[in-house]
């Protein structure tokens, strides 16, 4: 069985930076697709950011696009997303998830595993 665990969230002031990872374990972790969502108290989860099975495509919400940049180290089974520029919007749990297949979409139906979140908090 997939396990994703989140890690990096913390408290942080507006133009600030943090880099969220998500160590994978449970199959062969370059063959699938990923993505990182989040969710702000009382909005529904939306997409971050993908990355496809080899990293060479990756999209980008429009809110967080030329500011989160998204990448993959599958040797050692760890995603990441490098938040620079933080605005106090930006607070939210995020989530990582891992797709059924090589290949990412925005949607959240296309991903079968999901991490448990990590808490990023930018104050004004």
């Known amino acids: 069985q997939v396990q994703l665990v989140e890690s990096g969230g913390g408290l942080v002031q507006a133009g600030g930076s943090l880099r969220l990872s998500c160590a994978a374990s449970?199959?062969?972790?370059?063959?699938?697709?990923l993505g990182w969502f989040r969710q702000a108290p009382g909005k529904e989860r939306e997409f971050v950011a993908t990355i496809n099975w080899s990293g060479d495509t990756t999209t980008y919400a429009d809110s967080v696009k030329d500011r989160f940049t998204i990448s993959r180290d599958n040797a050692k089974n760890t995603m990441y997303l490098q938040m620079n520029s933080l605005k106090p919007e930006d607070t939210a749990v995020y989530y990582c998830?891992?797709?059924?297949?090589?290949?990412?979409?925005?949607?959240?139906?296309?991903?079968?595993?999901w991490g448990q979140g990590t808490q990023v908090t930018v104050s004004s």
């Open positions: 449970g199959r062969t972790f370059s063959s699938y697709g």
């Open positions: 998830a891992e797709a059924g297949g090589r290949y990412a979409t925005i949607f959240m139906s296309h991903y079968d595993y």
